[in-house]
């Protein structure tokens, strides 16, 4: 992003979302020291290069990092990264202004429900699955220590889930 323009909300949630991850600000501080190519890269930050590659391309798409391609004397394209130039001043401000360029998509992907069109959104469940809620008081029939607790009794199958 150019120094002196304000990014849009969009801009700054795929820029903040992109250096939320401690392996792409590592990515960053390697390629700040200069251009890089993946498998050279992968070698000196002590990564995959297809975990590294993902890495990259989300930061690309958040335009803090630009690729490019060159071809060797010998014909082999190799594939370089850099940092690209961007400065973000995080103040209420800024986030004030960015949240009325926000697009109503990225407000709809977390409220609308996953699955094909007309579909019913699936039941909530209120429990992880293969865990029971466990009793706060004691069971009169247990010769245990006092307030010791149990889980409940299930009779219905929908109960374990």
């Keep these: 992003m150019a120094e002196g323009r304000l990014p849009t909300g969009d801009e700054l949630l795929k820029a903040l979302a992109a250096l939320a991850n401690p392996h792409r600000i590592r990515i960053i ?3 700040f020291r200069g251009r890089n190519y993946v498998s050279r890269l992968a070698r000196e930050i002590g990564m995959s290069r297809p975990l590294l590659h993902m890495h990259l391309q989300r930061l690309e798409a958040a335009g803090l990092i630009v690729g490019s391609l060159e071809l060797s004397a010998g014909g082999k394209a190799t ?4 940092v690209a130039p961007f400065v973000y001043e995080l103040t209420p401000e800024t986030i004030a202004r960015a949240t009325s360029t926000l697009t109503h998509d990225t407000d709809r992907r977390s409220a ?3 699955g094909p069109p007309g579909a019913e959104p699936a039941p909530q469940r209120t429990a992880a699955r293969g865990h029971r809620h466990r009793s ?3 069971d009169p029939g247990c010769s245990g220590r006092s ?3 149990h889980p409940p009794e299930h009779t219905e199958k929908e109960d374990l889930l």
């Design 29 to 31: 501080g390697a390629l």
């Design 79 to 82: 594939r370089y990264f850099e």
């Design 112 to 114: 609308e429900p996953s």
């Design 136 to 138: 706060t008081t004691p």
């Design 147 to 149: 307030g010791q607790t």
